[in-house]
């Protein structure tokens, strides 16, 4: 079955605690993506990846990192997680750029920093 | 920058009934794809429809419909025959065709179905 998997998918942490969010997409898929997802905001592209170890910004990276080792996985790494951190965590991946596919999501991580 | 604005924090509808959510977007661009998304209690995030920007025909999934005004730069969806598992928070989606793919979300309206 073709999926997005996301882990954990509810972590609650202290300020300064670093901490990892998995991302693995079993589809072959050369775009990945997280976003946050926060109250009246809608979701926002934190980090995306075009390809191994090819990443970039989106629009909220501050106070994150990510890495593409891997074409399958996308980890997302809170060095040092602050309250205002706390969200719903969505991990997406699609196909070749300019297709008509569209971003399939995983399940989501919602995250609490205390 | 791209923005999408979706007007109506709430809505609801009777069941059976058919209800219309409102979308606007702002771009530059001409080649871009528009989505709506579901997102139930369940937090999953479901496309619902798509539509290509160089299409002229809205598209239609079942009982959910859009009404695509380039010109506007408006996206609606309808549901028709409204069902009690429609009930969820809809998200308008824009994304370019070239570059970082992101997806440009609104803000998001509730869906309330009543019995």
């Known amino acids: 079955e073709a999926q997005v998997t996301q882990n954990p998918r509810y972590l609650i942490t202290v300020t300064g605690k670093k901490l990892t969010v998995t991302c693995s997409q079993n589809?072959?898929?050369?775009?990945m993506s997280w976003y946050r997802q926060d109250p009246g905001l809608g979701l926002r592209q934190i980090y995306y990846s075009m390809n191994v170890e090819v990443t970039d910004k989106g629009d909220v990276p501050e106070g994150y990192k990510v890495s593409r080792k891997e074409k399958r996985n996308f980890p997302l790494i809170l060095e040092s997680p602050s309250p205002n951190q706390t969200s719903l965590y969505f991990c997406?991946?699609?196909?070749?750029?300019?297709?008509?596919?569209?971003?399939?999501f995983g399940p989501g991580t919602r995250l609490t920093v205390l | 920058a791209q923005t999408v604005t979706q007007s109506q924090p709430e809505m609801s509808v009777q069941e059976a009934e058919t209800v219309t959510l409102s979308c606007t977007y702002d771009?530059?661009?001409?080649?871009?794809?528009l989505f709506w998304y579901k997102q139930p209690p369940s937090r999953q995030m479901i496309l619902v429809i798509r539509q290509e920007a160089y299409k002229q025909q809205n598209a239609t999934e079942n009982r959910f419909s859009v009404n695509f005004q380039k010109a506007a730069k408006s996206f609606s969806l309808k549901i028709s025959d409204s069902q009690l598992g429609d009930a969820a928070m809809y998200f308008c989606?824009?994304?370019?065709?070239?570059?970082?793919?992101?997806?440009?979300f609104g803000t998001g309206t509730r869906l309330t179905i009543i019995p």
């Open positions: 989606a824009y994304r370019i065709n070239f570059g970082n793919e992101k997806l440009t």
């Open positions: 997406a991946s699609s196909t070749d750029r300019g297709s008509t596919d569209t971003q399939y």
């Open positions: 589809m072959n898929h050369e775009y």
């Open positions: 771009t530059s661009e001409s080649d871009y794809y």
